[in-house]
């Protein structure tokens, strides 16, 4: 019932071709996804906060409500956004334990998000988090 679906959007990442992943938590990878650094896409879906293409790399929390709406039904909904905000809040003290600096960003359009990353039609964009080191 787990309904979170991570990408990762990379940028300038040392070891990590720019492009886009997929996180698999069954077997803690990454799976590459897209060759091609897609953060100035992503930006622009955000309705141009250009800012967000000077990440390293871009987190996006995604989630297929089906997963969890099937058994608790519109509860489902809740708990998804519960747990979307539990991880977010998990990747800032991540971020902060390896001293990196994160936020934030909900506002973008949903249609523009899913094309740029390709995701399936069932996985709803709920946020972004670029990750960069502190100036
Ligand atoms: C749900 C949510 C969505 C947000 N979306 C955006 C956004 O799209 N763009 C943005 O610049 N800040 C957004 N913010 C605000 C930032 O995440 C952050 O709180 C703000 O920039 C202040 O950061 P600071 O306290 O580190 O200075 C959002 C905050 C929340 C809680």
Redesign the pocket.
């Known amino acids: 019932m787990y309904p979170l679906q991570l990408y990762l959007v990379v940028g300038t990442v040392q070891d990590l071709t720019p492009g886009v992943y997929g996180y698999h938590p069954d077997r803690h990878h990454l799976v590459l996804i897209q060759r091609s650094d897609r953060r100035n896409l992503l930006a622009s879906a955000?309705f141009g906060?250009d800012w967000l293409a000077n990440a390293a790399a871009i987190v996006v929390f995604a989630a297929d409500y089906n997963r969890t709406t099937r058994k608790y039904g519109e509860s489902g909904k809740r708990y998804v956004h519960m747990k979307a905000g539990h991880a977010g809040q998990n990747l800032f003290l991540q971020a902060g334990a390896l001293d990196l600096i994160t936020?934030?960003?909900?506002?973008f359009d949903d249609e523009e998000i899913a094309n740029v990353l390709g995701l399936p039609v069932q996985e709803q964009s709920l946020i972004l988090m670029p990750i960069g080191r502190k100036q």
């Open positions: 955000a906060q936020v934030i960003v909900g506002d």
